[in-house]
């Protein structure tokens, strides 16, 4: 019997599908729908997006470029022109990104392995922490991750046309999408090289022809070097700014952090936000038989997804691993994102072809990530990650507001994210720009910078600008040196010490979730300014 969700025989049917995740996905997002942009939405996405909206300019001016192409800006600037500038225009309309990709995931899991794999896989996805906080953020990881697997699935489905158009819109959504069908074709060469041994040590194995090489997995390269030509011409720069530069490619070429950054880069593959709930389980199901099902009398091994599949699914994941243990200056678990679903669903197969009852342990799976999105890990971690990063956006919402209502024309000190929160009031924080003095963090050494430039703020506003448990999980001493050395981990002071250092009173401070935001005011600076 024909499946009635494919694709390929009912359209209807993957409109309806798709219409019913997004209403599903619009129901969990519900409390984050009104929230003002977050973290890099602020800092640089949604101004890139606005900038194509009120200027229809795909190179941003109103904040530096990172040579992103603008294909996920322009999305959210029709979606603006069409339906108004709001946040909650905004979340809508990257949770329908997300949707998408759901029902990319469930389609590429179908025409692997069947039905029940891919509903237990796409249900997974759909709760990862990583998947599900990226979801309404107008970022453009999740966007050249769904992108990438309707690319996947129209090469697997043999649809050379349909996989060109989705791997150029990746591409256009984020350059490093174009690691999939690079990986892709590297694939095909071992496949046809491998054809071509096993014919000559055994010409009588049918044809043995080799693998075609499909130009449709070249021609992404195209509109990615016009648009890194455009932005040379527009800008003198091809790949972004070089500050941006200097610090996601330059910066990250030393072996010592590429080998620190390739076991993060594991751990976010296969460990991260109990992620290693799944590949656990899976790895202690290799160890038992295949089921046996009683089909019309017969006794049938469950069958597997097919070993080239399996294998060009590792060859994509493996890319990625190698690829952002040399760049990304931030080794965010979102640069991932495109990788994470056959990293499900190769788990998840598994789990179906040899425990009997599998589904138990994936619901199990669906609890651990369900927790992960409201319990934060014992280390440091992006908040963005999960749902600490609504606690962190009210944080800033209460701060930001107290300072334009108590201090509207005083110089803040403060660090990013603040800053853009203080002075663009599109950003949603505050009605109309606040005067800053920046500083990088609040560590100790920013403080003592700041302690020999009094007169440059008269009111502070300090946070903290990486998450650190109160209880943290030990690690080794070489672990941290290198996480400070090469990825910027620091310890923040808390308020009560920047306001004895720096001469001030904290007036306001609230915490949430382990994170906390506090405004100090400072006396003398601001007599010092009276007279």
């Not at 992103?68 to 959210?76: K, N, V």
Request: charged residues 15%.
């Amino acid at each position: 019997m024909k499946n009635p969700f494919h694709a390929g025989s009912r359209p209807f049917n993957s409109v309806a599908l798709l219409l019913l995740i997004y209403a599903v996905q619009l129901l969990l997002h519900l409390p984050l729908l009104r929230l003002p942009y977050f973290w890099d939405e602020a800092g640089y996405y949604v101004p890139a997006a606005y900038d194509i909206y009120k200027d229809a300019a795909l190179i941003p001016h109103s904040t530096t470029s990172n040579a992103h192409p603008p294909l996920l800006m322009a999305y959210l600037a029709l979606a603006w022109k069409l339906f108004g500038f709001s946040p909650l225009v905004t979340r809508c309309a990257m949770l329908l990104v997300s949707a998408f990709g759901s029902l990319g995931v469930y389609r590429a899991a179908e025409e692997v392995s069947n039905k029940k794999i891919a509903l237990a896989s796409t249900i997974c996805l759909a709760l990862y922490p990583v998947w599900f906080a990226q979801s309404s953020l107008a970022q453009v990881d999740l966007a050249a991750a769904a992108l990438c697997i309707w690319g996947l699935w129209a090469y697997l489905r043999k649809r050379p046309i349909a996989t060109g158009v989705f791997f150029c819109l990746a591409a256009l959504a984020k350059e490093t999408a174009i690691i999939v069908p690079v990986a892709i074709l590297l694939w095909e060469v071992a496949a046809t090289l491998r054809n071509q041994g096993s014919s000559r040590a055994n010409p009588n194995q049918g044809e043995g022809a080799p693998r075609d090489l499909h130009f449709e997995l070249l021609v992404p390269l195209l509109p990615l070097a016009l648009w890194f030509l455009y932005h040379h011409h527009r800008t003198g720069y091809f790949f972004g700014n070089p500050e941006f530069f200097r610090y996601n490619v330059s910066a990250t070429l030393s072996p010592a952090r590429i080998f620190f950054a390739a076991l993060r880069r594991g751990w976010q593959l296969f460990g991260y936000m109990n992620l290693y709930a799944l590949t656990v389980g899976m790895i202690a199901a290799m160890f038992l038989p295949a089921l046996r099902d009683q089909v019309d009398g017969k006794e049938i091994e469950r069958e597997r997804i097919a070993i080239p599949t399996q294998l060009l699914f590792l060859m994509i994941i493996v890319a990625h691993w190698i690829v952002f243990s040399f760049i990304g200056g931030a080794v965010l678990a979102r640069y991932m994102l495109p990788a994470i679903p056959l990293v499900i669903i190769i788990a998840v197969s598994t789990l179906h072809r040899r425990v009997r009852y599998w589904p138990v342990l994936v619901g199990l799976v669906c609890a651990m990530f369900t927790a992960a999105l409201f319990v934060n890990p014992p280390y440091t971690f992006a908040p963005e990650d999960n749902l600490a990063y609504a606690d962190y956006v009210r944080l800033h919402q209460r701060a930001d507001s107290f300072v334009q209502a108590k201090y509207p024309h005083s110089r803040v000190l403060t660090a990013w994210t603040a800053t853009d929160e203080l002075s663009k009031p599109f950003l949603g924080y505050v009605t109309k720009p606040v005067a800053i003095t920046s500083i990088e963090d609040f560590s100790l050494p920013q403080i003592q910078r700041v302690q020999q430039e009094p007169e440059t703020y008269d009111v502070g506003l300090v946070f903290n600008t990486k998450y650190a448990p109160k209880k943290q999980m030990w690690m080794p001493a070489f672990w941290r040196r290198a996480q400070e050395q090469y990825f910027g981990l620091h310890d923040d002071l808390p308020p009560e010490a920047v306001a004895q250092m720096l001469g001030g009173t904290v007036v306001f401070k609230e915490e949430r979730g382990g994170q906390w935001a506090a405004v100090l005011v400072f006396e003398r600076s601001r007599n010092a300014r009276l007279r």
